[in-house]
């Protein structure tokens, strides 16, 4: 069954650009029309949605973070990224990625810190 | 953004009891909306989809219905492993929200 790994830095310094990517396994970014979504947990609080791509390259950021937020996908690498820039201490979280509407499948998450 | 509530925001049950949560949309989100279960350390799981549909897998005592702005989620019988942080999620309208989440433990 499709899994879904996040990596990156878990430590990252104001105003620098915080960059994850999550690789696919099990099957493959471009297929079965999924879009594939960020969602980050501030410590200690609830769910915040981020945005999400399409295999195509469509995509969709939340307001909240639209003008800080880019999102790619490497269908030759099976796996989609996120850069979030001007990152602050109120960027650190932890960082999922998940699959389509449904979010039925998550990656185990990575946590983010935003410190000097 | 449609706006999502949830209570209560957390409660105690005892082993066997029936347990109920409601979430409720800040506009009509149809049936657009899934709940999931989020346990101490873990990433989310989903439990229920399209507000009433069982995911594959998901215990029976798990349900869901409503429809428009108003939702229910049901644990029939409350197990220890059931303890965990609930939360619903709508996915009518973009951005996609969350509720703020109910946190369920035992008595």
């Known amino acids: 069954q499709v899994q879904l790994q996040e990596s990156g830095p878990g430590l990252v310094k104001p105003s620098q650009t915080l960059s994850l990517t999550c690789t696919v396994s099990?099957?493959?970014?471009?297929?079965?029309?999924?879009?594939w979504s960020w969602i980050r947990q501030h410590p200690g609080k609830g769910l915040e949605w981020i945005g999400y791509i399409y295999y195509s390259g469509n995509t969709y950021y939340n307001p909240s973070l639209k003008s800080r937020v880019t999102m790619s996908v490497d269908t030759s690498k099976n796996h989609f990224s996120l850069k979030l820039s001007s990152v602050t201490a109120a960027d650190t979280a932890v960082y999922y990625c998940?699959?389509?509407?449904?979010?039925?499948?998550w990656g185990q998450g990575t946590t983010v810190t935003v410190s000097s | 953004d449609i706006q999502m509530t949830q209570s209560p925001s957390s409660l105690s049950a005892s082993v066997g009891d029936r347990v109920t949560i409601t979430c409720q949309a800040s506009?009509?989100?149809?049936?657009?909306l899934n709940w999931y279960q989020q346990k101490p350390g873990k990433a989310p799981k989903l439990l229920i989809y399209d507000a009433s549909n069982l995911e594959t897998g998901v215990p029976s005592r798990f349900s869901g219905s409503g429809s428009g702005t108003d939702f229910t989620f049901t644990i029939s019988t409350l197990q220890p492993e059931d303890i965990a942080t609930y939360y619903c999620q709508q996915y009518d309208n973009l951005p996609f929200t969350f509720g703020p989440g109910t946190k369920v433990d035992i008595k």
């Open positions: 506009q009509d989100i149809s049936n657009y």
């Open positions: 998940a699959r389509d509407y449904r979010m039925d499948v």
């Open positions: 099990g099957g493959s970014v471009s297929s079965g029309g999924f879009y």
